[in-house]
């Protein structure tokens, strides 16, 4: 029994298969779209593809099911056949009203906004929210924000409307607590720390966004890494792997670079050959700066490269391109050098197109070039330009590529640009031995009506001192390599001295333009109208010159500076020379000269730990025609020339006790101060080192002396001492101990200061 009953079951189905199969098959004279609001039927029926008349089965009625719902733009969608009718129903996305962030503290809306598809009036699309989601939440993870939660949620309005809302949960920074080295045995871990762009969380971590970890940044570590070792002759060197630890409380990385150093490879042989029968190889050879025995450097080659090319251009000799060839030799760790001169391809710039510069002038970005339409190509010199766009501090960014051109002896240089702000309103406070609690206000704008001219008005004031200033800078006068310069000033001072006032008004102009690689030499004019007014002290010299009233200066002038530390062959050591000079007399009514001269020079050793700054300053003014110069002429010798002792505290004075104790200043003065600046072994995310210092020096000479007059031949004093230097958002503070070795009776010491550190 049991037997026929499966047999007439199975019977059964056999028998409805085929009825099945048949009933799956479908044939639709009419096609009803319903719900549409916003998209036409014949947009939906052409996702669907199925057309009336046509036998369609069920597994196409699925793919067309599939296709209209993956067009994103149906919340719903459902296909049912009715007899000779398909119905087709859909629910369209709304469309977006606005979009919010809410929770975002870090980053402004309108960043949030830049970084996602979703926007108002358009289709909602939830996939395209959550794809915004997680832009976001990248956005925060860049900025160190590891645990940053990003939820789209929407609002339903009328009309099929809705409010998309991006709800933020923003977490804390990650910090980078530690930055250590493995395998570095030449150059210390602090050394190393202070090269790459990823600092330690310190003691000024609020302020401080370079602590923040960031995976992208270790890439850009790893390569000023490399080229920190590379530029000191470690050819060899690699950074074998980066490992970044996140601390068990999720709240910090442990980041370990390990690198292996290498030798240190010198220069040895130089040569130069040439491969162009019209170039005299020893010619290019005798320009060279580079010698044997000096640590190799891929940057003193390409300065070397340059120079060569350089001279190409102003010998007429075109397509002239200059190869190094490198022979490394291991025994005595050196890498001959053969600068080969060849001929390189004819090929031509059929002109230079800037875009992007909304702002900015077209000749401000194209005199950055050295060459212009119809030049020969010079790879090396379209780079340079490319270093020169970015260095003006106009451009957010500025991409600078060569393209093919309308031949293939033709190239067309694209240089691509964003503005960006270059204006500035500051407000700002400072503090000086000399006056006291002052504030300052400056407006200054670095690309003036978009040519790359500097305008700047400040005003500041202390408690005893107002002045006013107004700048304008011209980089490129008549379109060359020439700076011109226009400034105004005026300065009141009361109580200057606790006897007597001051006003001075200025006027000046010069230009300023190259001599040589190293060398600028620059011509001024200055106009000053200056009056010592108001002396209520007792001595005699300061109250002749008080009452000689207002003088007016007229004066033409030079100024020289050498400076080694932007070309000079060792990266850790300079020079900077200036010198200058003013004759009065082309009208006004003061006869003088006036000359001052200094030199720096600055050293690294002890693999670069510790600094050496050495500094030797001299001036003198010289009044002629009986013409005797006044306490704003003079040289005053204060910090600014030798340290641990006040402004006025130092050099020739008028003194009687109880009656008069005048700091008259001196016609000539020299220094020599000197320096060390090394680490305390502190931190290096705390940013303090300390250093050692010892200056030297004298201010004497004066047209005018009575009996009272005190120091007038320049005894000399000397004065050590130490300082901390301290790196904080504000600025590179310096504190000043010091103790004076040798001085005189009447002397005014200042054995503590605390000044904005300026470096060489």
């Not at 909602?124 to 959550?130: L, R």
């Not at 010491?749 to 550190?757: A, G, N, P, S, Y």
Request: zero cysteines; charged letters at 25%; glycine letters at 10%.
């Amino acid at each position: 029994m049991f037997t026929a009953l499966v047999f007439l079951g199975l019977s059964f189905v056999f028998t409805i298969l085929p009825v099945v199969g048949e009933a799956q098959s479908y044939r639709f004279t009419n096609v009803t779209i319903e719900g549409n609001q916003r998209i036409e039927a014949g947009t939906i029926l052409s996702y669907a593809g199925i057309a009336r008349g046509e036998t369609v089965s069920a597994a196409e009625l699925n793919d067309a099911y599939q296709r209209i719902l993956g067009s994103g733009l149906f919340e719903t969608v459902t296909i049912e056949p009715r007899g000779s009718r398909l119905v087709i129903a859909v629910k369209e996305y709304p469309t977006i009203n606005r979009i919010s962030f809410e929770g975002n503290r870090r980053l402004k809306d309108e960043e949030l906004a830049g970084f996602i598809d979703s926007k108002s009036r358009l289709v909602y699309s939830p996939t395209k929210a959550e794809r915004d989601a997680e832009t976001i939440a990248e956005a925060y993870l860049q900025n160190g924000r590891l645990a940053a939660r990003v939820s789209p949620k929407i609002i339903r309005r009328s009309d099929n409307r809705v409010d998309l809302v991006f709800e933020i949960f923003e977490g804390g920074n990650v910090e980078i607590e530690r930055i250590g080295f493995v395998g570095n045995q030449v150059y210390s871990d602090y050394r190393l720390r202070r090269v790459l762009e990823s600092k330690q969380a310190g003691l000024l971590r609020i302020l401080i966004k370079k602590d923040t970890f960031v995976e992208d940044r270790l890439q850009f570590d790893r390569q000023v890494l490399r080229d920190f070792y590379l530029s000191r002759g470690y050819i060899d060197f690699r950074t074998t792997s980066v490992n970044a630890e996140l601390a068990r409380e999720r709240d910090g990385y442990f980041i370990t670079f390990n690198v292996e150093e290498g030798q240190q490879f010198r220069f040895g042989e130089i040569t130069t050959v040439s491969e162009m029968d019209e170039v005299d190889a020893e010619e290019f050879q005798s320009i060279l700066r580079v010698r044997s025995g000096v640590v190799y450097s891929p940057s003193l080659v390409e300065n070397s490269i340059a120079r060569m090319e350089r001279l190409a251009v102003r010998k007429g000799i075109d397509f002239m391109r200059v190869e190094p060839r490198i022979t490394r030799n291991d025994r005595d760790l050196t890498l001959d050098v053969e600068f080969a001169l060849v001929r390189g391809p004819r090929v031509f710039i059929e002109r230079i197109d800037v875009e992007g510069n909304a702002t900015t002038l077209d000749r401000v970005v194209r005199r950055q070039f050295r060459v212009v339409e119809g030049d020969p190509f010079n790879p090396r010199e379209i780079r340079e330009a490319a270093e020169r766009i970015r260095a003006l501090g106009f451009f957010d960014k500025a991409d600078v590529n060569a393209r093919e051109g309308s031949s293939e002896e033709q190239v067309i240089i694209d240089v691509d640009v964003e503005e960006a702000a270059t204006g500035s309103l500051s407000f700002g406070g400072s503090f000086s031995s000399k006056t006291g609690f002052g504030l300052a206000v400056q407006f200054e704008e670095t690309n003036f009506l978009g040519r790359g001219q500097t305008f700047r008005f400040s005003i500041s004031g202390a408690e005893d001192n107002t002045n006013y200033g107004l700048n304008f800078i011209e980089p490129a006068f008549l379109g060359r390599d020439v700076r011109f310069h226009f400034d105004i000033g005026y300065t009141e001072t009361e109580g200057f001295n606790s006897n007597y006032d001051t006003s001075s008004a200025k006027l000046g102009f010069g230009l300023e333009f190259p001599i040589s690689e190293r060398a600028r030499f620059g011509v001024n004019y200055k106009f000053d109208r200056t009056e010592v007014q108001n002396y209520t002290g007792g001595g005699s010299l300061l109250a002749a010159e008080a009452a000689r009233g207002p003088l007016n200066a007229s004066s033409i002038g030079f100024t020289f500076a050498y400076d080694t530390r932007l070309t000079g062959l060792n990266p850790n050591a300079g020079m900077l020379l200036e010198f200058a000079q003013d004759f009065g007399g082309a009208g006004g009514d003061v006869d003088f000269s006036k000359s001052t001269a200094r030199l720096m020079a600055q050293t690294k050793i002890l693999n670069e730990e510790v600094t050496l700054r050495a500094t030797l300053a001299g001036g003198m003014v010289n009044f002629r025609k009986g013409q005797g110069s006044r306490i704003t002429d003079r040289f005053l010798f204060g910090n600014d020339i030798i340290r641990g002792f006040a402004y006025d505290g130092v050099g020739p004075r008028e003194y009687r006790p109880g009656l008069v104790d005048d700091a008259l200043g001196g016609n000539m003065f020299a220094t020599a101060k000197f320096e060390a600046q090394f680490p305390l072994g502190l931190p290096e995310e705390y940013g303090i080192e300390g250093g050692l210092f010892y200056d030297v020096g004298s201010v004497w000479g004066l047209d005018a002396t009575n009996p009272n007059t005190l120091y007038a031949g320049g005894p000399v004093r000397h004065v050590a001492g130490i300082s901390i230097y301290w790196k904080t958002p504000v600025g590179p503070l310096r504190l000043n101990w010091s103790k004076a070795l040798k001085k005189e009776t009447f002397d005014k010491e200042q054995q503590f200061e605390l000044t904005i550190q300026t470096n060489f």
